[in-house]
């Protein structure tokens, strides 16, 4: 996947195309109160991908909206590529 492409086609890609596999990516996120206050999820959790957001179920009943800002890296954890990362933010 190419570095310059959106948020939106990297996560659409994961998560509805044929040739890829969600359940080796990763996604973080900003996560105020979590430790260092970013969370990881797993993309198989994902359950929908918006224009500016993506949902994913954190539990049988709880579907959890997180705008795209929020996304700071998303990486194939089998490969260890990162296959998006914001400009504004790293992780250590």
């Not at 996604?27 to 359950?47: C, E, N, Q, T, Y």
């Not at 998303?74 to 990362?85: L, P, S």
Request: aromatic letters at 10%; one cysteine or more.
């Amino acid at each position: 996947m190419s570095r310059f492409t959106s948020i939106r086609d990297v996560l659409n890609r994961i998560c509805w195309h044929p040739n890829e596999n969600r359940e080796c990516y990763e996604v973080i996120f900003i996560h105020r109160g979590a430790p260092d206050d970013l969370k990881i999820i797993s993309a198989k959790v994902i359950v929908r991908v918006g224009q500016q957001s993506f949902e994913y179920k954190e539990d049988e009943e709880k579907i959890v909206y997180i705008p795209f800002h929020r996304i700071v890296e998303i990486k194939n954890i089998k490969t260890g590529e990162v296959v998006w990362r914001s400009r504004k933010y790293r992780v250590e």
